[in-house]
């Protein structure tokens, strides 16, 4: 007989455990789709998730994916964590692109050590600047967050279609839609001759090393965490609950903002309308799936990357409709939830009584 | 014995073979890029109906859908590049860099890119059709069978492609009726359905009663069937998909030239150009005329057809003139390519401006 009783406090082990099991699950799934399309299962996970970064061209770029993916969800860990729900860091990534590309342009045929700081800087501010709305606006007007900083990210597509379409498109390119090309300066440096991984891959690394340090090793941290369980509480003990909603949110901004910095100054060069597959959106998943740790973000980045290469890699030699990586990255979405449920019941096998 | 001899005839006779036709014996491969999903019964639809045209030549063809135009583009193309293709279709405008930055470490490889301009390296040819013919016979439908003088047209993006289109449009439909005027709504995406019916609804409050569109998605056809006014289906015949509203369509029919340029790089004669093709190449179709519109129209546009074809029309023939009045084309002349490719002014009779 099988019982299911509740925990009296969440399990470490599980929590932990969960996301594995999600990923097991979604490959389990995964295969089952597979089969019921007509492929051969295992021949089709292998096109997805092996073949995709079997050589070094292919590694590197699973880095490169999971760079903008990582460095977004390492920012919405700090919202979520402090029960904060910025959902709109597509729109902080965006606007964070269009200030650190049109400070870019700017310096358009100039070379200089000094460009590429400031490229960077101004995708940070940008997006920190585009993340303060909707938390001074939930932090002085009580809206909610959620809702606005979504319908910002439509808000901040609409600015980099204005642009892009009228004041900054390129004067010799026939009025289609995109701006120059930036100048070598203005251009995140390669680590490789030959592969696209780009420097931003540290940015990546600085946030998960400084998160890191935030959650587990300050105050802040603690505070966060305390307003996360319970905001009563946080305000019971004093917390300024208004400058940590804003703080967070800004620490989110400028991640979400640094993500669209390494795309246009990394592997697309120009701001064009499409810089971003959703990434903001996609880095949610991500931050879920990593627990909110910065290791377990490292982790989920690199899996749902491979999502998104698995899906190229087996229509091009499983002619396995693309869309398939979307609804990988659901799925695990979706058993991740749905594990999240063994966080606070157990399943009990009891023996049938005599 | 006889059999190692027989064998070794047989060896040195394909060696032979291959050897004089090296390249037609090879199996060429093509690959094809596209922006949307192969269902989207539009742009990418019709690029892979031109893919099927290719495989049934005999070749073997690999795709890929639904590639964004960001930097996921151009490992998606170094990928084909890698895995054995030899003729790469990217059938997207925001493709155009990453083709000629992949293109560059893959010169063995052709790259075949539409609707773009820039060929930097001699393995990447662009191509493009004359869509705007298609509209000549869309703009004299049009100005024939409104009752409203008012036609609307939703427009995609303020690129010369889309602006040449709405001014032969408008100059057709003027033509046959010289109190039109052409009410322009930006939807400013390629496919988003929901926005393209919005804009169609715009139009049709406007007074609008034939609306054509140069964007992709079916919304706007099916719009104006509930609205009841006219329309013009887009990229493929999209009658089925509101019979009532649909008059005629204009069809991409990208399948002749995909297997033409295969069969080049098969014969090893391939090489860099810009191909820019019309009616007259069948790289434009016209839809079945609808039976509503009357038999002297049905037959007038069937002669229009057949001198855009062969070059006894053309689209853009002066006298013409700006919004402002200035001559664009003199009387008796045509617009040349260079004027077409460039073009980003309005003609008489077209309303509003072109957002900048």
């Given at each position: 007989m099988i019982k299911i009783v509740k925990r009296d406090q969440p399990s470490k082990a599980i929590f932990f455990f969960t996301p594995v099991l999600a990923i097991f699950l979604t490959l389990v799934a995964g295969g089952l789709i597979f089969f019921i399309l007509g492929f051969k299962p295992f021949e089709a996970l292998k096109f997805f998730f092996i073949i995709p970064i079997a050589d070094k061209y292919g590694f590197s770029e699973l880095l490169l994916k999971a760079t903008p993916l990582c460095l977004i969800a390492i920012g919405l860990s700090f919202c979520f964590k402090s029960n904060?729900?910025?959902?709109?860091a597509e729109g902080q990534l965006t606007f964070g692109a269009i200030v650190s590309g049109g400070v870019a342009l700017l310096f358009y045929e100039q070379e200089g050590f000094y460009i590429l700081p400031i490229v960077i800087l101004a995708g940070a501010i940008g997006g920190m600047l585009y993340a303060s709305i909707p938390a001074i606006l939930k932090t002085?007007?009580?809206?909610n967050e959620i809702l606005v900083s979504l319908m910002l990210v439509y808000v901040s597509k609409l600015i980099l279609d204005y642009l892009v379409v009228g004041p900054w498109s390129n004067p010799e390119g026939f009025n289609f839609p995109e701006t120059r090309q930036f100048s070598d300066s203005a251009k995140l440096p390669l680590l490789?001759?030959?592969?696209?991984?780009?420097?931003g891959i540290f940015l990546a690394l600085a946030a998960v090393v400084i998160s890191w340090f935030v959650f587990y090793k300050t105050y802040l941290g603690f505070q966060m965490k305390v307003s996360g369980f319970s905001l009563k509480t946080a305000k019971y003990a004093g917390y300024k609950g208004k400058k940590m909603i804003i703080l967070v949110f800004l620490i989110s901004g400028a991640c979400a903002g640094l993500a669209g910095v390494g795309e246009i100054t990394g592997p697309i060069g120009q701001l064009h309308r499409e810089i971003s597959p959703d990434y903001g959106f996609t880095a949610i998943i991500v931050a879920f799936l990593g627990r909110l740790h910065p290791v377990g973000i490292i982790f989920a980045s690199l899996v749902v990357a491979i999502t998104y290469l698995g899906a190229e890699t087996a229509q091009i030699?499983?002619?396995?409709?693309?869309y398939t990586g979307q609804v990988f990255q659901g799925m695990i979405l979706f058993f991740l939830l749905a594990s999240d449920y063994l966080l606070f019941f157990k399943i009990k096998f009891i023996g049938s009584k005599k | 014995m006889h059999k190692f001899l027989i064998r070794s005839f047989v060896s040195s006779l394909v060696l032979l073979f291959t050897l004089t036709v090296a390249a037609v014996a090879k199996d060429v491969k093509a690959a094809f890029v596209y922006i949307g999903p192969t269902g989207d019964h539009g742009w990418t639809y019709q690029h892979d109906v031109g893919r099927k045209a290719v495989e049934a030549a005999g070749f073997k063809t690999t795709y890929v859908e639904g590639v964004p135009e960001s930097a996921d583009a151009e490992r998606v193309l170094r990928q084909l590049a890698n895995s054995g293709h030899d003729v790469i279709f990217t059938?997207?405008?925001?493709?155009m860099n990453p083709t000629n930055k992949v293109a560059k470490e893959f010169p063995n490889v052709k790259f075949e890119h539409a609707t773009?301009?820039?060929?930097?390296?001699?393995?990447v040819a662009t191509y493009a059709a004359r869509f705007y013919e298609g509209r000549t016979i869309l703009g004299t439908i049009a100005g024939t069978m409104t009752k409203s003088n008012v036609i609307g047209y939703v427009a995609s993006f303020p690129i010369p492609e889309v602006i040449r289109g709405i001014n032969s449009f408008t100059l057709a439909a003027q033509k046959v009726n010289p109190n039109i005027k052409t009410k322009i709504v930006w939807a400013f995406t390629w496919y988003d359905p929901g926005k393209e019916a919005e804009a169609a609804k715009a139009l049709i409050d406007q007074g609008a009663d034939v609306i054509a569109q140069h964007t992709d998605s079916t919304a706007i056809v099916q719009m104006a069937e509930k609205a009841g006014v006219y329309a013009f289906g887009q990229a493929s015949d999209m009658d089925k998909f509101a019979p009532k509203a649909v008059l005629t369509s204009v069809e991409n029919n990208w399948g002749p030239y995909y297997v033409d340029r295969v069969k080049a790089v098969a014969n090893g004669t391939w090489s860099q150009k810009d191909t820019w093709h019309g009616i007259g190449d069948g790289m434009v179709v016209i839809s079945d005329l609808d039976s509503q519109m009357p038999a002297d129209l049905r037959s007038k546009v069937k002669k229009l057809q057949a001198d855009l074809a062969s070059g006894k029309v053309h689209s853009f023939t002066g006298p013409i003139y700006d919004q402002k009045g200035n001559l664009m084309v003199a009387e008796g002349k045509t617009a040349d390519d260079g004027m077409l490719a460039g073009m980003m002014t309005y003609v008489k009779g077209v309303e509003g401006d072109i957002p900048k």
């Open positions: 904060n729900w910025n959902i709109g002085y007007f009580n809206t490789f001759e030959g592969l696209r991984i780009h420097a030699f499983m002619q396995i409709p693309k | 059938t997207s405008f925001g493709y773009g301009y820039k060929r930097e390296h001699p393995n």
